[in-house]
């Protein structure tokens, strides 16, 4: 195996056990609530203190990323995080569970920031394949936690063993690969070529603009993930709950019911793998958002639960692959610092992520859960529209350049 495919092997299987605990929030936090006697507030305080840290992660990736090296940096985090996972299984006061999950925040942000730009960097200008693949492992990774949090839970454990089952297989995970890590060889994509401006005046307006236009594209970019943020980091931290408290289910076909979202998610980031460089992102983006916009929105009508499955499959489906696809994006505007691209997309998608559960719990408290959860709805409908201009401002800009 070269070295290129080993890296991009490495980062795929990084991001299964990265998936795999990433979203344990969601099927831990009715035991959470229950052992603290939280209110439905309180309880989204928990994921929105894990992704408050994680914005602490992201502002120290802008630094590192692209000074650090990557392999060591997914090392170490993985390293970390197991024993963040550890301290957060045996940790007694509510006070210490939320202060080691703003540390699992930050963490889990730098591992995110090193493996997608090391995986760019690699890839290059067709990076829409390997980013899209590398995002549906770590789907498959979200599928599979719930369903094992489920297992871990009704054996007899309480939500704590969860955490301490993760944190045995990261670091488990980091002794049994040593021998294949310590061999593990970063390999950066070729330098980026910059297209001088023409000598002339207009050459170099022309520049200008295109430069400008490309900025606001990357700027509006952001503002797209943190609206997808929103719809994510919503449904996976609250459709456990939603489907055991308010439709009455089981608490195993609860956890069921995200494993069906993630699902999904895998099936729409493999199907993007295959379609971004036919299609391109931004069409992909805008009408999958939107699709998945009004699947989403379907969840709050009196449906069986097995329909609600559906619903959020086909949700997941539909919108799964737009972080992968706006990396692509990004990459494509800005090839020239990936890590700090990166890790700017990243602080503006968790800005999203620590307001959606608190918000969410907010709404439910004041309106019902099943108001609440409409929120993600209209956060898919931001960025479709905000994918529709990124794209308008993209063809101006090259219009600037070709003039």
């Known amino acids: 195996?070269?070295?290129?495919?080993?890296?991009?092997?490495?980062?795929?299987?990084?991001?299964?056990?990265?998936?795999?605990?990433?979203?344990?929030?969601?099927?831990?936090?009715?035991?959470?609530?229950?052992?603290?006697?939280?209110?439905?507030?309180?309880?989204?305080?928990?994921?929105?203190?894990?992704?408050?840290?994680?914005?602490?992660?992201?502002?120290?990736?802008?630094?590192v990323a692209d000074r650090f090296r990557r392999p060591l940096g997914v090392v170490l985090?993985?390293?970390?995080?197991?024993?963040?996972?550890?301290?957060?299984?045996?940790?007694?006061?509510?006070?210490?569970?939320m202060f080691w999950f703003a540390v699992s925040g930050a963490l889990i942000?730098?591992?995110?920031?090193?493996?997608?730009?090391?995986?760019?960097?690699?890839?290059?200008?067709?990076?829409?394949?390997?980013?899209?693949?590398?995002?549906?492992?770590?789907?498959?990774?979200?599928?599979?936690?719930?369903?094992?949090a489920r297992l871990i839970i009704s054996s007899g454990t309480t939500w704590r063993g969860v955490y301490l089952s993760s944190a045995f297989l990261y670091i488990g995970a980091i002794l049994v690969g040593t021998l294949w890590l310590r061999r593990y060889v970063s390999t950066e994509a070729a330098p980026v070529e910059t297209v001088r401006a023409r000598s002339d005046g207009r050459g170099e307006q022309a520049a200008a603009e295109s430069t400008m236009q490309t900025r606001r594209a990357v700027s509006l970019l952001g503002v797209a993930l943190f609206f997808y943020a929103i719809h994510q980091i919503g449904v996976s931290t609250w459709i456990p709950y939603f489907v055991e408290n308010v439709l009455g289910s089981s608490p195993s076909l609860a956890s069921g019911a995200l494993s069906a979202y993630w699902l999904g998610i895998i099936v729409g980031r493999f199907a993007a793998s295959r379609l971004v460089e036919r299609s391109g992102p931004e069409l992909l983006l805008i009408c999958g958002s939107v699709g998945s916009a009004v699947a989403t929105s379907l969840i709050v009508l009196p449906l069986p639960v097995?329909?609600?499955?559906?619903?959020?499959?086909?949700?997941?489906?539909?919108?799964?692959?737009t972080i992968p696809l706006s990396y692509t994006l990004g990459y494509r505007l800005a090839p020239a610092r990936l890590g700090g691209l990166t890790a700017v997309l990243s602080v503006v998608m968790l800005a999203g992520r620590f307001i959606s559960p608190w918000l969410i719990g907010v709404i439910a408290d004041g309106y019902g859960l099943r108001i609440a959860m409409l929120l993600p709805s209209v956060g898919l409908l931001g960025v479709a529209g905000i994918i529709l201009r990124i794209h308008r401002l993209a063809r101006l800009s090259t219009a600037s350049t070709a003039r």
């Open 109 to 148: 942000r730098l591992l995110d920031v090193w493996l997608n730009a090391h995986t760019g960097a690699m890839a290059g200008s067709n990076s829409g394949r390997p980013m899209n693949v590398l995002h549906m492992f770590f789907g498959v990774g979200a599928l599979l936690g719930p369903i094992a």
């Open 306 to 321: 097995s329909l609600v499955f559906v619903t959020l499959s086909v949700a997941g489906a539909l919108s799964g692959a």
């Open 1 to 63: 195996m070269d070295k290129r495919k080993k890296a991009l092997a490495t980062n795929n299987a990084a991001m299964v056990l990265y998936g795999l605990s990433a979203i344990l929030i969601g099927p831990t936090l009715p035991g959470i609530i229950a052992e603290f006697d939280l209110s439905l507030a309180e309880g989204g305080l928990v994921s929105a203190v894990q992704n408050g840290g994680g914005v602490l992660g992201s502002l120290a990736a802008v630094f």
């Open 77 to 97: 985090s993985f390293l970390a995080l197991g024993i963040v996972w550890l301290l957060i299984g045996t940790a007694g006061a509510l006070f210490w569970v």
